[in-house]
């Protein structure tokens, strides 16, 4: 068969909502695509550990600290599915890893901002988990199986997180002024970089239309990001927190909240690796690779005794 | 139980929930950074675990002491200054490296194991069925540490090393482990313990059977006298890390 | 020596008795014990699971319907050797994953292969592993309560212990005039 017929039948396949498995005829450029979009994201669910991670040490009560050291483990694990639904397409861990810590591979610019108060850990469960799941479930369709079969797995997983961010938020909402201060402060960071989550406008996505195509994304960044909108701000009305962005309202029209420009300029600097967070980010995780090579090398070594 | 024997027993509950809290918090410091994915998630349960066991520990404690069992643990562990802590000190130093954190656990899960068992069978039946459960989850720690234990002992010359600077740092200081608790004679008495010096011998001789295995010589335990109220300064620069969010606002729900 | 993230292991999950065990991933580990516990640890975390087992992925030799096709029918695979058992797994369903199908003895994979798809036609697979018997590393009966009973009392992993939707509406409600 030429390829142009295994083109065919390939999208024949897709339309018939059939799963692709490792093994299967695919483009090169379905699987680079895919090796891309699943290594960012095992990435960014690991180095996502590390905003939060720091806070376990200072959570102010026992079911805060045991639910926030259960939801950075989540996180560990989500990225080890994602790492083995890349692996399915031919790239290795230590590839990935490799190109991660040589500052070559991209992860969720998210994750380059600091994590400044535990009324941050409140909110980043609140927007970047809410955000996350949104995103989560329309990949669970996805026409990889290895892919979609993770994302399924993950989004099982992922509701919890969601939810405790909400449950901090709400008791701060509720407690001393120093408090609500705290979850202001909060939201006021958060808010425009959560929304730079779901990407640039459709129209400015080099990567959109060939995942479209391909049963890869099934809807737009800004479809998506107009749902964590329409989600999110009822909630902040409920809490009495403000979101800063005065062009925010309802349009009763339409059902859906209006709401200003993202600063794009911001967008790509974090994007481009110059966000507040970005070297301290791979730093840490260049450590963790660095100090624990003995101990890889030391059960390499155990498992190849004669 | 007469009052002074539920004082006494809730002395003793208080060493063995600060001595898993304090653990668990070094335990999870490691989040994020260990040496490999998997052993991230493995040794975040571990740490999961050893809070949860603190959790019921310091829960009993406050049936003991007839006070609310949903509010006293935090105040235990977020209020309480260094001084007031009932922890071993071995479970109080930093995590180290990745030897000296594998060899603590170890040490530390298995003498807990052995005190574990024994308390599982004792006359007091809210610490038996707690103890009984504690021990599940402490047979796969001591799955896990021994595992490792092996590897890193035998594996390069470097892990060789490292685990032997670790339990030169930590072997001394499980001695602690085994010394009586203030009051300890009331309970024993009571059948509601088991005492460090009945444990000590038959554990010594196992724990040093396996670390020969490894090729690791170990020397008898040294005589320890320093209690459990007297702590290294690294208690104090945990708590006050630990202790940090909570006493922001110190009556505020969180 | 070269950085090693360790060889990889595939892991397969029996939720309850009666089910066939169930491709969930895979596992990075150095050895079969730590790729068990590793296994534990990673897919283990909420309940249910009464049997885990782990088998080397360079050891599994797999197949897709797609694949067959594409390359047209595979040639009779030449018997070489004494027997031994392979596992068997499948995928039947287009949304599910590998199940455990049955086991086939043949003196090599490509044989077993073979033999598995007779097995594997009535169910319509779509992809097709075999492993070795030999090379899979399995739970024990022992092993249920310490490995797999933990992850029930954890509760604060399942979403329902969290009543946040109850205590927005209150909120809500509270900032009504």
Redesign the interface.
């Known amino acids: 068969?030429t390829d142009d017929g295994?083109l065919a039948e390939f999208e024949a396949?897709l339309a018939r909502?059939?799963?692709i498995?490792?093994?299967?005829?695919m483009p090169d450029e379905y699987r680079r695509q895919l090796i891309r979009m699943i290594s960012q994201h095992a990435h960014s669910e690991v180095v996502g550990m590390l905003p939060e991670g720091g806070w376990i040490t200072r959570a102010p009560n026992l079911?805060r600290k045991?639910?926030l050291l259960?939801k950075v483990?989540?996180e560990g694990?989500h990225g080890?599915?994602l790492y083995?639904a890349a692996?399915t397409l031919g790239v290795?861990?230590?590839e990935m890893?490799e190109a991660l810590l040589a500052g070559k591979a991209k992860y969720s610019s998210i994750f380059n901002y600091p994590a400044q108060s535990w009324a941050d850990i409140g909110v980043i469960g609140w927007f970047v988990d809410g955000a996350a799941i949104l995103n989560q479930t329309m990949l669970a369709r996805c026409s990889y199986?290895p892919y979609?079969?993770?994302m399924l797995?993950i989004c099982a997983?992922e509701?919890?997180h969601h939810?405790?961010g909400?449950?901090i938020c709400?008791t701060l909402?509720?407690g001393t002024p120093a408090q609500r201060a705290m979850l202001q402060d909060a939201v006021d960071r958060w808010w425009w970089p959560t929304l730079m989550m779901f990407g640039p406008h459709d129209s400015d996505s080099p990567n959109s239309p060939a995942l479209m195509r391909w049963g890869i994304k099934t809807r737009s960044n800004d479809e998506l990001r107009q749902e964590f909108v329409d989600q999110t701000v009822?909630?902040a009305?409920?809490?009495?927190v403000r979101l800063p962005d005065p062009e925010l309202r309802f349009d009763a029209a339409t059902g859906h909240w209006r709401f200003g420009e993202i600063d794009w300029d911001e967008f790509w600097r974090v994007v481009g690796g110059d966000g507040p967070c970005n070297r301290e980010r791979l730093e840490a995780r260049r450590q963790a690779h660095d100090d624990g090579?003995w101990v890889?090398?030391a059960?390499?070594?155990?498992?190849a005794r004669p | 139980m007469n009052p002074e024997l539920r004082r006494a027993l809730a002395e003793a509950l208080l060493a063995l929930a600060d001595d898993e809290m304090i653990l668990a918090h070094r335990d999870s410091e490691w989040s994020g950074h260990a040496p490999?994915?998997?052993?991230d998630?493995?040794f975040a349960?571990i740490a999961?675990?050893e809070m949860?066991h603190a959790q019921l520990w310091y829960r009993l404690v406050a049936e003991l002491r007839d006070k609310d069992p949903e509010r006293l643990p935090d105040r235990l562990v977020f209020r309480r200054p260094a001084s007031a802590f009932r922890n071993v000190r071995l479970v109080e130093l930093p995590k180290g490296d990745w030897a000296f954190t594998i060899v603590r656990q170890h040490l530390f899960d298995s003498i807990e194991l052995a005190r574990l068992a024994r308390l599982a069978q004792v006359g007091h039946a809210p610490l038996a069925q707690t103890a009984a459960?504690i021990l599940?989850?402490e047979?796969?720690h001591d799955?896990?540490t021994r595992?490792w234990m092996r590897?890193l002992a035998q594996g390069t010359d470097e892990s060789r090393a490292r685990i032997r600077s670790a339990l030169d740092l930590a072997w001394p200081k499980t001695a602690q482990l085994f010394l009586p608790i203030p009051g300890e004679e009331r309970l024993l008495e009571a059948g509601v313990w088991v005492g460090g010096a009945t444990l000590a011998g038959a554990w010594y001789a196992a724990e040093s059977g396996f670390l020969g295995e490894l090729g690791l010589d170990i020397e008898p335990l040294p005589a320890e006298s320093e209690g459990r109220d007297v702590h290294t300064e690294h208690l104090e620069a945990l708590l006050t890390e630990m202790q940090s969010v909570a006493r922001l606002e110190p009556e505020a729900a969180w | 020596?070269t950085?090693?993230?360790?060889p990889?292991y595939e892991v397969f999950v029996q939720e309850r008795p009666g089910r066939p065990h169930q491709h969930?991933?895979?596992?990075?580990?150095?050895?079969d014990?730590?790729a068990l516990?590793?296994a534990r640890?990673?897919f283990v975390?909420?309940p249910e699971c009464i049997s885990l087992w782990v088998a080397p992925a360079a050891a599994i030799t797999?197949?897709?319907a797609?694949?067959l096709a594409?390359r047209g029918a595979a040639p009779e695979a030449q018997a070489d050797g004494d027997d031994h058992a392979f596992e068997v797994f499948a995928?039947v369903e287009?949304?599910g994953?590998l199940i455990h199908i049955g086991q086939v003895a043949a003196s090599s994979a490509a044989v077993a292969l073979a033999a598995s798809r007779r097995l594997a036609d009535a169910n319509g697979a779509?992809?097709l592993w075999v492993v070795p018997s030999g090379r899979v590393t399995r739970s024990d009966e022992a092993d249920v309560?310490?490995?797999f009973?933990?992850a029930s009392?954890?509760a604060?992993?399942?979403?329902a212990?969290?009543h946040?939707q109850t205590?927005?509406?209150r909120?809500?409600r509270s900032?009504q005039p």
């Not at chain 1, 498995?21 to 005829?25: I, N, R, T």
């Not at chain 1, 009305?237 to 009495?240: H, K, L, T, Y």
């Not at chain 1, 059960?299 to 498992?303: D, E, I, N, V």
């Open positions: 068969m295994r396949r909502g059939e799963k498995e490792p093994g299967d005829w079911r045991l639910v259960a483990q989540d694990g080890q599915y083995h692996e290795t861990r230590e890893l199986g979609a079969r993770a797995r997983e509701s919890f939810k405790q909400i449950e709400l909402a509720q009822p909630q009305q409920a809490m009495g090579r890889r090398e059960l390499a070594a155990y498992a | 490999i994915l998997e052993e998630i493995a349960n999961l675990d949860g459960k599940n989850e047979r796969y799955r896990h595992a590897r | 020596m950085d090693t993230q360790w990889r969930a991933g895979s596992v990075h580990a150095p050895d014990e730590i516990q590793n640890d990673v975390r909420r797999g197949v897709t797609q694949e594409e995928k287009q949304r994953t779509l992809v309560a310490p490995m009973a933990p009392t954890k604060y992993r399942d979403q212990f969290y946040v205590a927005l509406q909120m809500r900032r």
